[in-house]
């Protein structure tokens, strides 16, 4: 039985030919659609049509063929109809909606083609010599003769091969299997002698039904490879295809001038973003165009333009955007952009800007200055880009992340380079705003998180001098409030508390963060943590409290810093978490997660102990920190209590001896060998820490002391609890005459004999109801303003003692610069109600009440 390869004859053509026939086809379809005066289809063929000649130029230069001239006729009139269309308003008037909207790109895209490939004197030429109606050029008549040659196989003869296939499966001569490919003279003079009938009885002849062997089947295989193999060696016009990389070179009897160096280029590009170009080999051809550019001497016009394009390309090596780059190839483009940044910085005759057209860049006339399209700045941005992702695929762990945290020196070094380069051509108006911006950004954002020793002086300078930039020049707001935090980070790292509270303060972000972009909220959420810090390196530890809570009651510390991915993947899809792994920040910005949950502790310790010393008559206690309150619950709910072993533990360990009033067994649990090494070491000023911690546990211990046994006691010896706590007298005195002032405690202080003399004031049960009954009903009121204040509009900013709860009750605080700052509470309750914190208060629905004048 004939295989279906035997059916028809085999004709062999050359690859011209085949060309030739793919062009015409797709002419003869954009021509349909010109007498259709569909142009949105003849836009899309047009494009279809420049693609396969582009393909076809290898092959018509690899066989000596010019350009054919039904392909410069078909553009000549594709021309002129779409010209006479663009000028005559009423038919442009009658077009439709989308043929309307593809009038004008197919005029452009015709016009520029034909500019880029050198195409214009062809263009002239023909118009000037035009073929006459119904003319054939030699190119269509070869193509014709090539058709008459090899006629198509008919039915008769096809019946004829299935019979004499049969004939030869059926015979043993291994010689039937050695096929050729000349024409059987034989089979030709009987085909000759036989009617249309019997051509047509054979055609449609029932075959023998016969199953075929393996043999039969190898078989055919060798012979059709065999004919393949006749075919290439019989025809003269094909060559064999290497697979070796295509280098680009220049005919050797050409001189390569602008225009060829340019056209040579453009066809380099042309395969950019192709499915089938070898990215690695693209660069290299784009380096080679480079040295011959400089070797020739064409110019900085030339050389810019092609180093932009090697940039452009070393960054398009990766097939996704998502993908990071390789190491090598990141230093690579390091180099290259430096070395193009190097050159526009010391020369002013080339202008590279985003803002030039293609049409008017000059890269071959030295009386002008070279205009070239472009931004060395997005590139300097992106290469950033690319140095951040590396950072965040790299082991952080390992030595592996060191080496690559070397090149962030070489990037800021670029990023300075790349500002000195904008303050010295920003006069010429080749920068977008928003492109400047970006570059004082990117400054920033490598400085904002680094504690300078020495220098710190111009250090500060320099950030001043970079924020106030963006701050003049933004106008889309997001990199000014980025900006804004950077400089309170930065502010709050170098202990200037009371410059970067202020600022923060004045920018009101904590009541337009939650309308920001997702980087902008882990830039504050980042910023409120640091700024806690510094509030607890000063002192201030009911701002610290508060400044830490916002991150530290939600259970995601990590999470809402980025620098860890959620631990629930479930309730996000793979999309979401890769880009949540995206916005992490490199290891070496992290914020250390443990230090901040000591120094969140350790205030909560400082300010929840003395407060449940003072509640202990109420039947509703009020929280300052349920985290801490499950820590102590907690411990109690253990049936065996060991030695603290990591530094939560130790807190815990610590708040029940000051609970007790026992301040030296408190103090040894926080300042010992082991917080040293996984807390107190951190800080860069580690002793005046230290010191003012104990202070304050001092301090704290003796209040609590006071409201624990203020039933027990009578009179109290003001030498005693100056020698009980280490404080000096007058520091007892002071902090005694404070708690009755505030009516903390009940007792008056007897200077005669030095003592303390206490009211024995036990609350009835009658009293503690009426006590309890006013909170719930205070409570109620809280809750009706509430759920009215966002209906009558009334709310706002309600006083200096809105800005955190308790400001109004202790005065003291005011001599230590005691000023809450703002900032919006993200999960979980924080305050004693259980109600959101005062950071960033919006109207009545976060105010909060003065309390009782109890603890604080």
Same mark, same amino acid.
């Given at each position: 039985?004939?295989?279906?390869?035997?059916?028809?004859?085999?004709?062999?053509?050359?690859?011209?030919?085949?060309?030739?026939?793919?062009?015409?086809?797709?002419?003869?379809?954009?021509?349909?659609?010109?007498?259709?005066?569909?142009?949105?289809?003849?836009?899309?063929?047009?494009?279809?049509?420049?693609?396969?000649?582009?393909?076809?130029?290898?092959?018509?230069?690899?066989?000596?063929?010019?350009? =054919?001239?039904?392909?410069?006729?078909?553009?000549?009139?594709?021309?002129?109809?779409?010209?006479?269309? /663009?000028?005559?308003?009423?038919? &442009?008037?009658?077009?439709?909606?989308?043929?309307?909207?593809?009038?004008?790109?197919?005029?452009?895209?015709?016009?520029?083609?034909?500019?880029?490939?050198?195409?214009?004197?062809?263009?002239?030429?023909?118009?000037?010599?035009?073929?006459?109606?119904?003319?054939?050029?030699?190119?269509?008549?070869?193509?014709?003769?090539?058709?008459?040659?090899?006629?198509?196989? %008919?039915?008769?003869?096809?019946?004829?091969?299935?019979?004499?296939?049969?004939?030869?499966?059926?015979?043993?001569?291994?010689?039937?299997?050695?096929?050729?490919?000349?024409?059987?003279?034989?089979?030709?003079?009987?085909?000759?002698?036989?009617?249309?009938?019997?051509?047509?009885?054979?055609? +449609?002849?029932?075959?023998?039904?016969?199953?075929?062997?393996?043999?039969?089947? &190898?078989?055919?295989?060798?012979?059709?490879?065999?004919?393949?193999?006749?075919?290439?060696?019989?025809?003269?016009?094909?060559?064999?295809?290497?697979?070796?990389? %295509?280098?680009?070179?220049?005919?050797?009897?050409?001189?390569?001038?602008?225009?060829?160096?340019?056209?040579?280029?453009?066809?380099?590009?042309?395969?950019?973003?192709?499915?089938?170009?070898?990215?690695?080999?693209?660069?290299?051809?784009?380096?080679?165009?480079?040295?011959?550019?400089?070797?020739?001497?064409?110019?900085?016009?030339?050389?810019?333009?092609?180093?932009?394009?090697?940039?452009?390309?070393?960054?398009? @090596?990766?097939?996704?955007?998502?993908?990071?780059?390789?190491?090598?190839?990141?230093?690579?483009?390091?180099?290259?952009?430096?070395?193009?940044?190097?050159?526009?910085?010391?020369?002013?005759?080339?202008?590279?800007?985003?803002?030039?057209?293609?049409?008017?860049?000059?890269?071959?006339?030295?009386?002008?200055?070279?205009?070239?399209?472009?931004?060395?700045?997005?590139?300097?941005?992106? *290469?950033?880009?690319?140095?951040?992702?590396?950072?965040?695929?790299?082991? !952080?762990?390992?030595?592996?992340?060191?080496?690559?945290?070397?090149?962030?020196?070489?990037?800021?070094?670029?990023?300075?380079?790349?500002?000195?380069?904008?303050?010295?051509?920003?006069?010429?108006?080749?920068?977008?705003?928003?492109?400047?911006?970006?570059?004082?950004?990117?400054?920033?954002?490598?400085?904002?998180?680094?504690?300078?020793?020495?220098?710190?002086?111009?250090?500060?300078?320099?950030?001043?001098?970079?924020?106030?930039?963006?701050?003049? @020049?933004?106008?889309?707001?997001?990199?000014?409030?980025?900006?804004? $935090?950077?400089?309170?980070?930065?502010?709050?790292?170098?202990?200037?508390?009371?410059?970067?509270?202020?600022?923060?303060?004045?920018?009101?972000?904590?009541?337009?963060?939650?309308?920001?972009?997702?980087?902008?909220?882990?830039?504050?959420?980042?910023?409120? !943590?640091?700024?806690?810090?510094?509030?607890?390196?000063?002192?201030?530890?009911?701002?610290?409290?508060?400044?830490?809570?916002?991150?530290?009651?939600?259970?995601?510390?990590?999470?809402?810093?980025?620098?860890?991915?959620?631990?629930?993947?479930?309730? &996000?899809?793979?999309?979401?978490?890769?880009?949540?792994?995206?916005?992490?920040?490199?290891?070496?910005?992290?914020?250390?997660?443990?230090?901040?949950?000591?120094?969140?502790?350790?205030?909560?310790?400082? $300010?929840?102990?003395?407060?449940?010393?003072?509640?202990?008559?109420?039947?509703?206690?009020?929280?300052?920190?349920?985290?801490?309150?499950?820590?102590?619950?907690? %411990?109690?709910?253990?049936?065996?209590?060991? =030695?603290?072993?990591?530094?939560?533990?130790?807190?815990?360990?610590?708040? &029940?001896?000051?609970?007790?009033?026992? /301040?030296?067994?408190?103090?040894?649990?926080?300042?010992?060998?082991?917080?040293?090494?996984?807390?107190?070491? *951190?800080?860069?000023?580690?002793?005046?820490?230290?010191?003012?911690?104990?202070?304050?546990?001092?301090?704290?211990?003796?209040?609590?002391?006071?409201?624990?046994?203020?039933?027990?006691?009578?009179?109290?010896?003001?030498?005693?609890?100056?020698?009980?706590?280490?404080?000096?007298?007058?520091?007892?005195?002071?902090?005694?005459?404070?708690?009755?002032?505030?009516?903390? $405690?009940?007792?008056?202080?007897?200077?005669?004999?030095?003592?303390?003399?206490?009211?024995?004031?036990?609350?009835?049960?009658?009293?503690?109801?009426? *006590?309890?009954?006013?909170?719930?009903?205070?409570?109620?009121?809280?809750?009706?303003?509430?759920?009215?204040?966002?209906?009558?509009?009334?709310?706002?900013?309600?006083? =200096?003692?809105? /800005?955190?709860?308790?400001?109004?009750?202790?005065?003291?605080?005011?001599?230590?610069?005691?000023?809450?700052?703002?900032?919006?509470?993200?999960?979980?309750?924080?305050?004693?109600?259980?109600?959101?914190?005062?950071?960033?208060?919006?109207?009545?629905?976060?105010?909060?009440?003065?309390?009782?004048?109890?603890? +604080?």
């Amino acid at each position: 039985m004939a295989g279906p390869e035997e059916d028809e004859k085999r004709v062999v053509r050359a690859q011209k030919d085949k060309k030739f026939d793919e062009l015409k086809s797709l002419i003869k379809q954009n021509r349909d659609a010109k007498s259709n005066k569909d142009l949105n289809k003849l836009l899309t063929g047009f494009d279809t049509l420049a693609k396969a000649y582009d393909k076809s130029k290898t092959i018509f230069q690899r066989q000596n063929v010019t350009n =054919p001239r039904f392909y410069i006729r078909f553009l000549v009139e594709i021309e002129d109809y779409v010209n006479k269309l /663009w000028e005559d308003k009423e038919a &442009k008037a009658a077009l439709s909606k989308n043929n309307t909207k593809a009038l004008s790109p197919l005029r452009q895209k015709l016009k520029k083609y034909i500019k880029d490939h050198g195409l214009t004197d062809l263009v002239s030429d023909y118009r000037a010599n035009p073929d006459e109606d119904g003319y054939e050029t030699p190119d269509d008549e070869n193509d014709e003769d090539d058709f008459e040659e090899v006629p198509e196989a %008919s039915p008769g003869r096809q019946a004829e091969r299935a019979a004499d296939s049969e004939s030869e499966s059926d015979s043993d001569d291994d010689d039937s299997f050695n096929w050729s490919s000349e024409p059987d003279t034989n089979s030709s003079d009987d085909e000759e002698n036989v009617t249309k009938m019997e051509q047509l009885r054979r055609y +449609f002849l029932k075959k023998e039904f016969r199953e075929e062997s393996k043999d039969d089947k &190898k078989d055919k295989r060798k012979r059709v490879i065999k004919v393949k193999e006749v075919v290439e060696e019989d025809d003269d016009d094909w060559t064999p295809v290497s697979r070796e990389k %295509s280098v680009v070179h220049f005919d050797p009897n050409e001189e390569v001038t602008h225009d060829v160096m340019i056209k040579k280029l453009n066809e380099v590009m042309s395969a950019r973003g192709k499915r089938t170009t070898d990215r690695n080999q693209h660069v290299a051809n784009l380096q080679k165009l480079l040295e011959v550019a400089e070797e020739k001497q064409l110019g900085l016009g030339i050389s810019v333009k092609i180093s932009f394009c090697i940039i452009s390309a070393l960054f398009e @090596l990766n097939a996704k955007i998502s993908d990071y780059m390789e190491y090598e190839t990141f230093m690579n483009t390091l180099r290259t952009v430096n070395t193009l940044l190097d050159l526009l910085i010391t020369t002013d005759r080339v202008k590279l800007s985003v803002t030039y057209a293609e049409e008017d860049e000059n890269l071959k006339d030295e009386n002008e200055e070279y205009r070239i399209q472009g931004s060395i700045l997005i590139a300097v941005q992106r *290469l950033d880009g690319e140095l951040a992702k590396i950072l965040q695929n790299a082991d !952080c762990h390992s030595n592996d992340y060191i080496e690559k945290l070397k090149a962030e020196k070489d990037m800021c070094q670029l990023i300075e380079k790349a500002e000195n380069y904008v303050e010295l051509r920003n006069h010429l108006g080749i920068f977008d705003k928003h492109e400047v911006c970006k570059v004082y950004m990117m400054r920033i954002e490598h400085t904002y998180y680094k504690y300078q020793d020495q220098n710190v002086g111009e250090v500060a300078k320099t950030m001043d001098y970079l924020c106030n930039k963006i701050y003049t @020049l933004d106008d889309e707001k997001r990199l000014r409030q980025r900006a804004m $935090l950077c400089h309170v980070y930065f502010l709050a790292v170098h202990d200037k508390w009371h410059r970067a509270r202020d600022l923060l303060l004045m920018s009101h972000m904590q009541a337009i963060v939650d309308h920001s972009d997702v980087d902008t909220q882990i830039l504050y959420n980042r910023t409120i !943590c640091q700024l806690g810090l510094c509030a607890f390196r000063h002192g201030f530890i009911r701002e610290a409290h508060q400044g830490l809570s916002e991150i530290q009651n939600t259970q995601r510390a990590k999470e809402l810093l980025a620098q860890a991915v959620g631990t629930r993947p479930h309730e &996000k899809t793979a999309e979401q978490e890769k880009i949540d792994r995206s916005r992490q920040v490199p290891y070496h910005m992290h914020i250390n997660v443990e230090l901040m949950e000591c120094v969140y502790l350790i205030c909560s310790m400082l $300010l929840e102990i003395p407060h449940m010393a003072s509640c202990e008559f109420e039947m509703r206690r009020r929280m300052l920190s349920r985290s801490f309150h499950y820590q102590l619950k907690q %411990s109690e709910k253990a049936s065996l209590t060991g =030695p603290p072993e990591n530094t939560r533990e130790h807190v815990v360990a610590a708040s &029940k001896a000051m609970l007790n009033g026992d /301040w030296k067994k408190c103090k040894d649990y926080i300042v010992n060998e082991k917080m040293n090494q996984k807390v107190w070491n *951190l800080f860069h000023n580690a002793d005046q820490v230290k010191d003012m911690v104990v202070r304050r546990i001092q301090e704290e211990s003796l209040r609590t002391y006071l409201l624990t046994y203020s039933t027990v006691y009578s009179t109290v010896s003001l030498k005693k609890l100056a020698s009980l706590f280490d404080l000096s007298k007058k520091d007892v005195h002071s902090i005694i005459s404070k708690m009755i002032i505030q009516e903390e $405690l009940s007792a008056t202080l007897d200077e005669p004999t030095d003592c303390l003399i206490m009211h024995r004031v036990e609350p009835s049960r009658l009293q503690m109801l009426a *006590l309890n009954l006013s909170d719930k009903l205070q409570t109620l009121a809280e809750n009706n303003e509430q759920i009215l204040e966002p209906r009558t509009g009334r709310g706002g900013y309600q006083g =200096p003692g809105s /800005w955190f709860p308790g400001r109004n009750e202790r005065q003291g605080d005011k001599q230590k610069g005691s000023g809450g700052f703002q900032g919006e509470r993200r999960g979980g309750p924080g305050g004693p109600d259980g109600k959101r914190g005062n950071w960033g208060s919006q109207g009545g629905q976060q105010r909060r009440h003065p309390q009782k004048p109890r603890a +604080f």
